[in-house]
């Protein structure tokens, strides 16, 4: 089994809908991490979260939401999509000293 | 602030041809550095790493030095082959509890036969 799971991997969805993005992990690392991957511009940080008590905004923030339900899951929430959301999301994890990122394979998801 | 800056792609090389990808950085304290692999279709992968100044990373060929004083990290190949086409990524974590990942853009490599 992968060390990192997102679920879905691909997803379409209409411009205005709710949608969440999963992710699990079984490292038993505390810290884990969104990034959303678009051509050029490499992977952007939307959210970490150090333990399950601590959420940060990265760099990219605004339209999206997270929660960490537990040590193993971090979910993304978009509120309402819009298409300039469209991009390969991922998800990862550290120990607590970076010394490695483990990242899930990605979800796909286009807002039509 | 921390940052990475990477090779703009994308680089097409014959099978065989050595490989330079250029990643400089900017950080504060002394970062890791890394290099990421992502094959199509999949997430990334880690492929190297060092610590700290001097230490060379290395792993399937490929070798990158930790270089302070010119705040590089390159990747290099030897000898480069279809199996190698991928995008690599370079990437620091800065020293510190706070730490976090910062990403350069990547650089798409093809490897012709």
């Known amino acids: 089994d992968a060390d990192v799971t997102q679920t879905p991997r691909n997803r379409i969805t209409k411009t205005g809908k709710r949608i969440m993005l999963e992710c699990s992990q079984t490292?038993?690392?505390?810290?884990m991490y969104w990034y959303r991957q678009d051509p050029g511009l490499g992977l952007r940080l939307i959210y970490y979260?150090?333990?399950?008590?601590?959420?940060n905004k990265g760099e990219i923030s605004d339209g999206y939401s997270v929660s960490r339900q537990a040590q193993a899951k971090f979910s993304l929430s978009l509120e309402s999509a819009i298409p300039n959301q469209t991009a390969l999301y991922f998800c990862?994890?550290?120990?607590?000293?970076?010394?490695?990122?483990?990242f899930g394979q990605g979800t796909r998801l286009t807002v039509v | 602030g921390n940052s990475v800056t990477q090779m703009e792609g994308p680089v097409t090389l014959s099978e065989e041809a050595f490989l330079t990808i250029n990643c400089t950085y900017t950080a504060t304290g002394y970062p890791s550095l890394f290099w990421y692999v992502q094959y199509p279709g999949e997430g990334l992968q880690l492929l190297l790493k060092a610590t700290k100044a001097d230490d060379k990373g290395s792993n399937k060929g490929f070798e990158a030095t930790y270089r302070k004083e010119t705040t590089s990290f390159h990747l290099e190949k030897g000898s480069v082959q279809v199996s190698d086409s991928a995008v690599y990524f370079c990437?620091?974590?800065?020293?510190?509890?706070?730490?976090?990942?910062?990403f350069g853009t990547g650089t798409s490599l093809t490897v012709i036969p």
């Open positions: 990437a620091l974590s800065p020293s510190g509890s706070g730490n976090q990942f910062y």
């Open positions: 490292k038993g690392h505390d810290r």
């Open positions: 990862a994890t550290s120990d607590q000293q970076g010394t490695e990122a483990f």
């Open positions: 979260s150090f333990d399950v008590k601590d959420i």
